[in-house]
């Protein structure tokens, strides 16, 4: 069973950058991980969740386009980890991010999930 810790959530001002960091373990293999899709999602208080970016195993990154200009994400399918780089926040980018992992290409979907980590953005 794999396992989804993220970090790097906290409270910033408007303008402001945060780097998102999302840990994966439970597989025997690590290597395994660099043939996962992997992504960031977000969910608002009383929205629902929506796609943030992800990025296959192939290194090709989707982005939403709310979120082009100003996130970045990027893997070391070494460790294994998943990083978003948010820079420009906005009090609209407030919610709690969660990473996934899927076991086929993005499109596809995601099979595992994080708990989560808390942005909170004050303007």
């Known amino acids: 069973q794999v396992q989804l810790v993220e970090s790097g959530g906290g409270s910033v001002q408007a303008g402001g950058s945060l780097r998102l960091s999302c840990v994966a373990s439970?597989?025997?293999?690590?290597?395994?991980?660099?043939?996962?899709?992997m992504g960031w999602f977000r969910q608002a208080p009383g929205q629902e969740r929506e796609a943030v970016a992800s990025?296959?195993?192939?290194?090709?990154?989707t982005y939403a386009d709310s979120f082009k200009d100003r996130f970045t994400v990027t893997r070391d399918n070494a460790k294994p980890n998943l990083y978003l780089q948010m820079t420009s926040l906005k009090a609209k980018d407030t919610a709690m991010y969660y990473c996934?992992?899927?076991?086929?290409?993005?499109?596809?979907?995601?099979?595992?999930w994080g708990k989560g980590t808390q942005v909170t953005i004050s303007s």
């Open positions: 996934a992992a899927g076991t086929n290409r993005c499109r596809y979907g995601m099979d595992f």
């Open positions: 439970g597989l025997i293999y690590s290597s395994i991980y660099s043939t996962y899709c």
């Open positions: 990025i296959d195993y192939d290194g090709t990154t």
